[in-house]
């Protein structure tokens, strides 16, 4: 099945272009660029590592739509081909494609890359925070996602880590933990604390905040039940920070939203950013919408 080939090598991309990071941090030149301020960085492990993604992919699924994060990537070139792999996770294509996907067509996809969430963090050696995205949509929807984590585990004693999940089968590579009744543990950003994602959060009266970089990282908190809701009242993601992880909260039972309820559209024609914010949760997600203030995202 379309989808399920097509997920089995994002798998194998994602842990490829994870190898990219970690030794591109290891030879001390991030060769970094400023592109519009300390929060909107450049690295030579952004375009390295999508070029691997998307050259690799365009091979693999010629006919899918591939949206990557970075537009000024050649992939005509020498290094391009050099960097192809043609890779799939074994993990993946054992399993069966789910039924309410069986029909979906190579050209129904559309490939979401985001070859380095949290640049600005791994410009700061915060490498925790550091993931690769893929994410897979079809007609509008998240279906299935990988992210992959280059440094999982304890410092001194990092390993990668791959989660992987389609709507309708489940997510793999990690133990969730049941969320407890009751708790309101929030997730939101370490560096754009600005008044509506402050007011937003203050709204829902949260036990505890934890603040990280990426937005992969959050949807790995609330995944694996370690947070209650990502919450973020601002237009600061776009549609490749968002796409993987939604899928992987959803084959888990969980929701994504805008902070408003409203579908986050993942359409291959669709403006990138989420211009009304952020909002997943695994359980209570009512709970989080209810609080939200209608006039959130005109607070400065």
Not at 31 to 47: C, E, H, R, Y
Request: net charge negative.
């Amino acid at each position: 099945m379309a989808l399920m080939r097509t997920l089995s090598a994002c798998v194998a991309v994602a842990e490829k272009a994870g190898g990219v990071l970690r030794d591109i941090m290891a030879s001390g030149n991030l060769g970094i660029v400023d592109k519009g301020g300390i929060n909107n960085l450049q690295t030579m492990a952004d375009k390295k590592a999508q070029l691997l993604i998307v050259s690799s992919l365009m091979k693999h699924s010629p006919k899918a739509t591939i949206i990557g994060e970075e537009d000024d990537v050649d992939y005509n070139t020498e290094e391009a081909r050099a960097l192809i792999t043609h890779d799939t996770s074994s993990a993946v294509l054992d399993h069966a494609c789910p039924e309410q996907w069986t029909e979906l067509n190579e050209e129904d996809l559309v490939i979401w890359v985001d070859p380095l969430d949290g640049t600005k963090e791994y410009t700061e050696g915060r490498k925790q925070d550091v993931t690769v995205l893929i994410g897979i949509a079809a007609h509008g929807e998240a279906v299935a996602g990988v992210i992959y984590q280059p440094w999982y585990g304890d410092e001194g004693n990092y390993h990668g880590r791959t989660m992987w999940g389609v709507v309708g089968l489940g997510a793999y590579g990690f133990h969730p933990q049941p969320v407890p009744e009751g708790r309101k543990i929030i997730t939101t950003t370490r560096s754009h604390m600005q008044k509506s994602v402050q007011d937003a959060i203050d709204s829902c009266k949260p036990d505890k905040l934890i603040q990280i970089g990426g937005s992969g990282s959050k949807c790995i908190l609330v995944a694996e039940g370690i947070a209650d809701a990502y919450l973020f009242a601002s237009p600061g993601t776009k549609k490749w920070d968002t796409c993987a992880g939604e899928a992987i909260i959803k084959a888990l039972g969980g929701k994504m939203t805008d902070v408003f309820g409203n579908p986050i559209k993942y359409d291959a024609n669709v403006t990138y950013p989420n211009k009304t914010g952020v909002l997943a949760a695994m359980r209570d997600f009512d709970f989080y919408l209810s609080k939200i203030p209608a006039d959130i995202m005109e607070r400065k």
